[in-house]
């Protein structure tokens, strides 16, 4: 038995010292920063795999800020895999591999299929991937007989403008101009359909100049995955549908079974990116940099709906894990960033988790009351609320038996719940309207903190970071005091 010699601190324990900044308009700093060694973030914000928090809604208006979501594990892998694709094909310079009808199918099929895939058109092919046509929901919306062919109504080929494989971005948008066009197929040297560029894309394409997108224009997502033995072959098929990173998410990281599972993915896909987590000690961090990870996510138990050290006893308050994380990284060796994951409620404690080391910050609860998580609405006294909950929660565990029976009959799936020991909570948090207007706040709150901290970059914030413990009457004189707010 042992006792630190030093306290564990957190964001209230702290605040940090001004410096003199070189720093005379907030245009001036860069919120650039990386998630993993080979995915930039313009900003460095990460929304939580909680069922409450983030699919493919919040992962768009994520990615198109800057950051990026984590689609979350708990539902079946082809539920996932769809919420992946769904992010995907949100917007991308090309959507590859359009979707895709014969001239005989019927125009019904043709409304039914682009109203299950949510598209206003669909390229129509032969059996051999050839371009013969391309069916809008304009060639259709009044039309009164829903068995003709689709023959019948389709743009012919001879008609269809199309492009060459090579196109850029601006090309492609002169071409739809000049001939005002929404949809342009692309076909390669052997007339082969390889993928579709539309208006729309284009549009979103310059609207968000920050989006965190892959080498195709696409935005990024990531999703998440646990230890169960069907793991392996939910990562293979994230990864096929076009998950950017995997992130390995189980409550205590530090553990045989995490750290073999990081080997066997390592193993099985060594170009993806995987994050690894949670842990919350130079121990941790160190074992899962050196077993591969591409980042390390810190933090036990300082979430809004975690009950983790309650239960358990076991955690370490979340500044102090992040810079121990920072450290094991270090004595790994290795170069790669660190995700502080929980107990972000303000800008301010954002800033102090990126002085203290992390490189970006992953968000629950924060985002939960936001239109694009999945939560559910209530209303209380006339007020709107988001519901939220953690992931070790009962109500959560219960939600999980479905699922796990679905995708494999492990040992798990047959567990008696009723002796579900839970380590979360289950909330309500405010309404708080678009997750955009949140994160202009968080970091309008992250350029402010810049310019205090007399730092162009993350990295200076971090090279000038000087930390100061304070008492509880000095967090009373950080607060509004001695005033009746309004
Ligand atoms: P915030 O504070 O942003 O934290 O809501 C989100 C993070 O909390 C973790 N999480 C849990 N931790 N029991 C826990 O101890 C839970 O039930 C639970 N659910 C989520 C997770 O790391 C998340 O990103």
Not at 27 to 46: F, G, Y
Not at 65 to 78: C, N, P, Q, Y
Not at 169 to 196: M, T, Y
Not at 310 to 327: K, N, S, W
Request: hydrophobic content about 40%.
């Amino acid at each position: 038995m042992k006792i630190r010699p030093t306290k564990g601190l957190t964001f209230d324990d702290v605040l940090l010292v001004p410096k003199r900044s070189p720093i005379a308009s907030r245009q001036d700093v860069d919120t650039s920063t990386w998630l993993t060694p080979t995915i930039p973030l313009r900003i460095p914000i990460v929304s939580a795999n909680m069922d409450t928090v983030t699919e493919a809604a919040m992962s768009i208006a994520m990615a198109r800020a800057g950051g990026v979501g984590i689609i979350h594990r708990f539902m079946s892998i082809e539920g996932q895999v769809k919420q992946v694709k769904r992010v995907k094909r949100a917007e991308g310079f090309m959507v590859e591999r359009p979707y895709s009808i014969s001239s005989e199918a019927s125009i019904g099929e043709a409304r039914q299929l682009m109203s299950q895939h949510e598209v206003g058109g669909l390229v129509v092919t032969n059996g051999k991937s050839e371009l013969v046509g391309l069916v809008t929901q304009r060639d259709i919306i009044l039309a009164s007989d829903d068995s003709a062919l689709v023959s019948l109504v389709m743009t012919p080929p001879d008609q269809i403008i199309s492009a060459r494989a090579d196109i850029s971005p601006e090309e492609a948008r002169a071409l739809l101009h000049e001939h005002r066009l929404e949809k342009l197929p692309v076909i390669d040297d052997n007339d082969q359909l390889v993928g579709l560029i539309t208006a729309q894309d284009i549009v979103k394409h310059n609207r968000h100049p920050d989006a965190t997108k892959d080498d195709k224009g696409r935005l990024r997502v990531g999703a998440a995955i646990g230890v169960k033995p069907n793991d392996v072959a939910r990562a293979e098929v994230l990864l096929a549908a076009g998950a950017d990173l995997l992130v390995l998410d189980i409550a205590h990281g530090h553990a045989d079974h995490c750290v073999d599972m990081l080997k066997t993915l390592r193993r099985n896909f060594p170009d993806a990116q995987i994050v690894a987590g949670n842990v919350a000690s130079k121990e941790g961090a160190r074992d899962l940099a050196e077993a591969g990870a591409d980042a390390i996510k810190v933090g036990v138990g300082p979430g809004s709906i975690c009950t983790t050290r309650i239960v358990t006893g076991f955690g370490v308050p979340q500044l102090t894990a992040i810079m121990d994380g920072v450290e094991g990284v270090t004595e790994s060796g290795r170069d790669i960033p660190v995700i502080a994951d929980g107990g972000i409620r303000t800008s301010g404690d954002l800033v102090k988790a990126l002085a203290a080391g992390a490189t970006s910050v992953m968000i629950g609860s924060l985002f939960a009351g936001c239109e694009e998580s999945p939560g559910s609405t209530v209303i209380r006294n006339g007020q709107k609320f988001k519901v939220v909950r953690g992931m070790a929660s009962l109500g959560a565990a219960m939600g999980r038996k479905a699922v796990e029976e679905e995708d494999d009959e492990s040992a798990e799936s047959q567990e008696d719940w009723n002796k579900v020991v839970p380590e979360g909570v289950e909330a309500v948090v405010p309404y708080r309207g678009n997750v955009d207007e949140l994160l202009y706040q968080l970091i309008g709150g992250l350029w402010s903190g810049l310019s205090y901290g007399g730092a162009l970059t993350i990295k200076e914030l971090q090279d000038n970071a000087e930390f100061m413990e304070i008492t509880p009457a000095g967090i009373r004189e950080s607060h509004s005091h001695d005033v009746s707010r309004i």
